[in-house]
């Protein structure tokens, strides 16, 4: 009793508001009317590698876009929840360099919604992993964020450190993607502590973008490196257009 009118105290102070825009929401960690239409969710028939939509409709066969089909991936399934666009595009960039952390948790239920055919064999869950001198500029690791959210919503296996980057690397921004990949070739490798962890299990990696692929490629080979069995990939959004 006395918590529920606590809340109520403070919803009255405080009232809630849209996690995109801070327009006024009816409950706290959702999105107004304007910016829910704005969202570009992915839906319908999509891409088996990489998770971006993709025209018609599903015959049961893997289906895969032509960047796939011409840059195979090593991991074998990937699903993102969004189009790297618009308010997406806001939400996402608000999560990773403006503290927006309270955006994680609605985020990573998106993000389960749209991995639910990668979620078979009782997955371990792990973010992709940001060195050490840049956590400490940043304070946090989003992707860490959505990997622990995404795991307690799936009541999932999560583990927080199964990767680490073992070099510092420049941006990836305005980068090719050539060079995208010769950037982090062995910049990430499994925790020598945690290895056992991931011997014959399903790896289920999260990002918070996908763009050329290159960082959740260079986390997968370290992930098989360990003997992981199969390695997935979900992430928040996918970049559309390279």
């Known amino acids: 009793m006395l ?12 009232p809630p508001q849209c996690s995109c825009c801070d327009a006024m929401v009816e409950s706290d960690f959702g999105l107004c009317g304007t ?3 704005e969202m570009n969710f992915i839906s319908g028939t999509v891409c088996d590698g990489c998770g971006c939509a993709l025209p018609g409709e599903s015959d049961g066969f893997r289906l895969e876009c032509d960047r796939c089909l011409s840059h195979a991936h090593p ?17 996402v960039l608000g999560l990773k360099y403006a503290d927006r952390t309270d955006v994680a948790r609605m985020a990573a239920g998106w993000m389960l919604r749209a991995s639910a055919p990668l979620l078979q064999d009782n997955p371990i869950v792990t973010p992709v992993p940001l060195h050490w001198t ?3 500029r940043r304070k946090y690791n989003q992707s860490a964020l959505l990997a622990e959210a995404f795991a307690e919503h799936g009541r999932l296996d999560y583990w927080p450190d199964l990767l680490k980057r073992t070099k510092i690397t420049p941006s990836l921004d305005h980068k090719s993607k050539e060079q995208r990949f010769k950037t982090l070739k062995n910049a990430i490798a499994p ?30 080979e370290a992930c098989m490196r360990a003997g ?11 970049v559309t257009q390279q």
Do not use: F, N
Not at 77 to 86: D, N, S
Not at 193 to 202: A, N, S, T
Not at 228 to 238: C, G, M, P, Q, T
């Open 3 to 14: 918590h529920a009118q606590i809340q109520t105290a403070v919803s009255l102070v405080y």
């Open 35 to 37: 910016c829910w239409k």
């Open 75 to 91: 991991w074998s399934q990937g699903r993102a929840a969004l189009e790297y666009a618009g308010k997406a595009k806001d939400l």
């Open 134 to 136: 840049r956590m400490l």
């Open 191 to 220: 925790h020598p502590r945690h290895m056992e962890l991931m011997r014959g299990r399903v790896v289920v990696l999260i990002d918070d973008v996908m763009t050329s692929g290159a960082t959740l490629a260079a986390c997968t």
């Open 228 to 238: 992981a069995a199969d390695v997935r990939v979900s992430v928040l959004a996918r």
